[in-house]
């Protein structure tokens, strides 16, 4: 414990800066002596922290509520706490525990609020914890919490092999559901592994193939796609279905204002629930009811509580795409926008002699 304490006390910590609305490259690394806890919060030792969708959004200067740059991404992270601010829990220190950060993930050390911390069982690798923070409570909440799925449903999960996708994946087969899962060819194998009949949407008509599957139309719809897409899928719905929209990934690349996309789907969503025509339609926020901290906090701990168990247990297998050191995030970033990898890109710490040399290495092998 106090050998944790002594070498935060000693330490200068890296973090990854986004500057401004830049490339991956653009991403700068800097360092500055670590910071001492406050009242309430605690010092994490960063062992991995993610790469979602949320960062890819936020170096464009779209994702809906970003800081104002410079700032340091990071919407989820799993490390071991250093140490505690003053009248803080002592008995924390030494142990690993994964937070929702929504920012400030992509460093060495960084201070967490003990509130939030969700501790994360004995034996599982952080990396692998790691890929079900932000995506497993996304797909937990969204399946059972907004959809409510159950045994016997037919689901449709769009982007299976990402990184929430792939988990929706498995939970709604744990749930007993039958699931359709949209990927393009190279990743048609692992989607079909995990245990959902891939369709591959860039060669095929998407409502035609998910008829062929379930004439009737599905009970529930993932969409993180958005856009004018998310008609096609309101109307693969079966009377009862619920469409829960997560995103809008269909304008990462288009200029312009970051609410709009949101505000345009929400709008819509809103008008089709107004409508009588027996089907319901969200638009999932995973910080919604965050103003209520107490129970935001119990939810949002007991589902993540419950997802790290499933996984500690063998139920869930993680889909860890790569494990880049944090000094390379830029690389990171590339590699996780590229649509080429199954599950998410992880940012792990730096070893002795990391940092200084280019390629991507066995860290992306």
Known sequence: MNELRQASDRAVMT?????????????????RPVPAPGPGQVLLVMEAAGISFAEQQMRRGKYFDQPPFPFTPGYDVVGTVADVGPGGDAALVGRRFAALTKTGGWASHLLVPAADLVEVPAGVDPAEAETLVVNGITATQMLH?????????????????????????????????????????????????????????????????????????????????????????????????????????????????????????????????????????????????????GAFRARLRADLTEVLTLLADGAITPQVAARVPLSRAAEAMTLAESGTVTGKVVLVPDTAGEGDHGGLGESLA
């Open 15 to 31: 973090e990854v800066v986004l500057p401004g609305v830049v490339e991956p490259a653009g991403l700068q690394i800097r360092q």
């Open 145 to 293: 919490r907004v959809a409510r799925v159950r045994a016997g449903q037919t689901v449709l999960v769009l982007g299976a092999n990402g990184g929430v996708g792939s988990t929706l994946v498995q939970l709604a087969r744990r749930a007993g559901a039958r699931v359709i899962g949209t990927a393009s060819l190279r990743h048609q194998e692992a989607v079909r592994e995990l245990g959902a009949v891939p369709i591959d949407y860039r060669t095929h008509d998407l409502g035609a193939e998910v008829r062929k599957i379930a004439p009737d139309g599905v009970d529930a719809v993932f969409d993180h796609i958005g856009g004018e897409g998310i008609i096609t899928s309101f109307g693969l719905l079966a009377p009862g279905g619920t469409l829960v929209s997560y995103g809008t990934a269909s304008t990462r690349d288009i200029e312009g204002s970051a609410k709009w996309p949101v505000l345009k789907v929400v709008g819509r969503l809103q008008l089709w629930n107004a409508l009588p025509n027996g089907r319901h339609a969200h638009f999932f926020n995973i910080w919604a009811g965050k103003r209520r901290a």
